[in-house]
């Protein structure tokens, strides 16, 4: 099969490798499209520790069984999927709730497994036995499907800031991501929602959602213009989904009485600590959080969401590339063209 192989930073090859073979109690899946996620072009970048190449990437899937394991129950070939990136270890408190994402084992699909960047991948048996593999309805594309996973990320990150009516949202990234984060809250009824960025012609991109604000920071300090459309009050929920620790920091400042933070993106290893003022959390009554991945639940709720129009993926997909243009289509991302780039392997 082909498939697009990461042999270390700024490496990426397009070869023929041999089929995966097909385990008792695995599954084989075509990879029919898989989304470029920031993770994938900070591992072509900069490597990762878990990653190992030679190693293919790719983790935002959406395919066809091809095979399925002579053990394996509930699965059958030609149906429809997308699959779960965390892959637990099934034993520990997390994997017993459903959360392999917080496994203390953690593994995933696209880094320590084979991932979506060739026409098939294997499912690991611990995969499909925590339920990873999710049959999509017939009204969701594979282009769609593959949003799934960012979506649920961006779900979690969602029900620790529990977003009410009226609610204004200040979101830091105006990729992808931020755009996902600002369509949600306007499903949950948010009220005002800005989005901040750096690239103009990325905020410019973001216009097609409905965001009541798109502010560069070239343009001026976003903390001044967030306190500025809210009366002074600040936001009632502020999202970082950028790996920039000034933004977080500014995330903090723009918080409101009883404001709730969530640091959604990591920062770079090399600089992971801020600064801020502790007494601001604790007079303002500010919550801080984090988010890390998705657990299962949230996976089948993005899917649900997805399949009702509650949600539509399809206009954050602006390109699309067959697996010989995956090198650049991360090139382009990192240039901040385009939102969300599809991989199509069996082009
Ligand atoms: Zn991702
Ligand atoms: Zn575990």
Redesign the pocket.
């Known amino acids: 099969m082909k498939a697009a192989v990461y042999w270390g930073p700024k490496r990426l090859e397009v070869q023929d490798i041999p089929d995966p073979q097909c385990g008792p109690d695995e599954v084989i899946v075509r990879v029919e499209a898989c989304s470029v996620c920031g993770t994938d072009i900070r591992i072509y970048n900069h490597g990762q520790n878990n990653v190992r190449p030679p190693q293919v990437i790719g983790h935002e899937i959406a395919g066809t069984i091809a095979e399925c394991g002579s053990n394996v129950r509930g699965y059958s070939r030609g149906q429809r999927v997308t699959v779960a990136t965390p892959v ?9 709730r459903e959360m ?1 994402n ?5 593994k995933a699909l696209g880094y320590h497994f084979p991932g979506g960047y060739a026409q098939y991948m294997p499912i690991p048996a611990a995969a499909v036995q925590q339920g990873s593999i999710l049959l999509l309805p017939d009204s969701v594309t594979f282009e769609q499907a593959a949003l799934v996973e960012p979506l649920s990320c961006v779900i979690n990150g969602q029900e620790y800031v529990r977003i009410e009516k009226a609610d204004s949202v200040a979101i830091f990234g105006a990729g992808a991501i931020g755009c996902m984060h600002a369509v949600l809250a306007r499903a949950q009824g948010a009220g005002q929602i800005f989005l901040i960025g750096v690239s103009r012609e990325r905020l410019d991109l973001a216009r097609r959602f409905p965001i009541d604000a798109y502010w560069s920071i070239l343009d001026g300090d976003p903390v001044a213009r967030v306190l500025e459309a809210t009366e002074g009050y600040g936001a009632d929920v502020a999202i970082c989904c950028c790996s920039d620790p000034e933004a977080n920091r500014q995330a903090l400042q723009v918080a409101a009485k009883r404001g709730r933070v969530s640091f959604f993106a990591g920062l770079p290893k090399s600089r992971p600590t801020i600064e801020f003022d502790c007494n601001r959390l604790h007079y303002a009554e500010i919550s801080l959080f984090g988010a890390f991945a998705s657990n299962l639940r949230q996976y089948r709720e993005a899917l649900a969401a997805i399949a009702s129009g509650r949600v539509n993926p399809s206009p954050f997909i602006t390109d699309r590339f067959p697996l010989e243009g995956l090198e650049q289509a991360i090139r382009q991302s990192e240039t901040r063209k385009g939102l969300k780039m599809l991989s199509l392997p069996q082009l």
């Open positions: 637990g270890c099934g034993q520990c408190r997390y994997c017993r392999p917080l496994c203390k084992d953690f």
